[in-house]
């Protein structure tokens, strides 16, 4: 991250050092114990995905907390780990829209130009959000606020009720909002399945004139 476009541009929203203090937290914690993704995996998503590259941007709340499944991209894990739950919805919801996906890694939309952000980057193995409100929200919501700035339109998808609260972050009118409930098992029934959001996604982008999204891959 530190030659990229990216870290110039998030280093101006944030307070003076704060990257220093990611560096901090990062060596306490990997330190004290077993914490997903692994530490060369925790920026992926900007790793992976270049600034002038995006076009949608899914956001998620923190890494999955089981072993080998979180890599950096919200919702993401390898094929050779299965699908957790949610995942499972959200290809579920993507056949019903679009068509089936053979594999579940979600690293093809990655290099798409689909920004996969965890809202939090780190999670303690076993502790759901045990990392949550401690350094990397204002990180992230930078990262939001770099792509809010961007002159090219970007298509945000935001799954469930913590997603929705980034939609404020999003002040750039050519930009497009797609929202629903979250994949989860405990809410896809309210309102996720059937919301289409990858077609959704793709028209806007031919709209705008940009290629779409093979979400398949």
């Known amino acids: ?5 990216w870290h110039d541009l998030i280093k101006k929203e944030l307070p003076e050092g704060y990257f220093a203090q990611i560096n901090n937290f990062m060596n306490e914690v990997y330190s004290q114990g077993t914490v997903y993704p692994p ?6 998503a900007i790793q992976t995905t270049d600034l002038d590259e995006v076009k949608v ?3 998620g709340q923190d890494p999955y907390h089981g072993p080998n499944q979180a890599q950096g ?3 993401s894990v390898p094929n050779a780990v299965p699908a957790p739950p949610s995942l499972q919805n959200i290809l579920k919801e993507l056949a019903d829209d679009i068509g089936e996906k053979k594999e579940h890694d979600l690293l093809p939309w990655a290099q798409q130009g689909v920004l996969l952000l965890n809202a939090c980057l780190t999670v303690p193995a076993g502790k759901a959000n045990g990392h949550a409100g401690q350094i990397w929200e ?3 919501d930078a990262i939001i606020k770099v792509v809010n700035q961007k002159e090219s339109p970007v298509v945000f998808i935001l799954w469930g009720g ?4 980034k939609k404020s972050l999003v002040t750039n009118p050519m930009h497009h909002i797609i929202e629903s409930p979250h994949p989860s098992p405990l809410s896809a029934h309210r309102g996720f399945f059937g919301s289409k959001p990858f077609s959704k996604a793709n028209h806007y982008l031919v709209q705008d004139g940009l290629k779409t999204i093979d979400w398949l891959k």
């Not at 913590?162 to 609260?165: T, W």
Request: hydrophobic share 45%; charged share 30%.
């Open 162 to 165: 913590f997603a929705r609260k």
């Open 57 to 59: 941007v899914i956001i």
């Open 39 to 44: 530490r060369e995996k925790v920026f992926n």
């Open 138 to 140: 204002p990180f992230t």
């Open 73 to 75: 991209l919200s919702f």
């Open 1 to 5: 991250m530190e030659h990229s476009k």
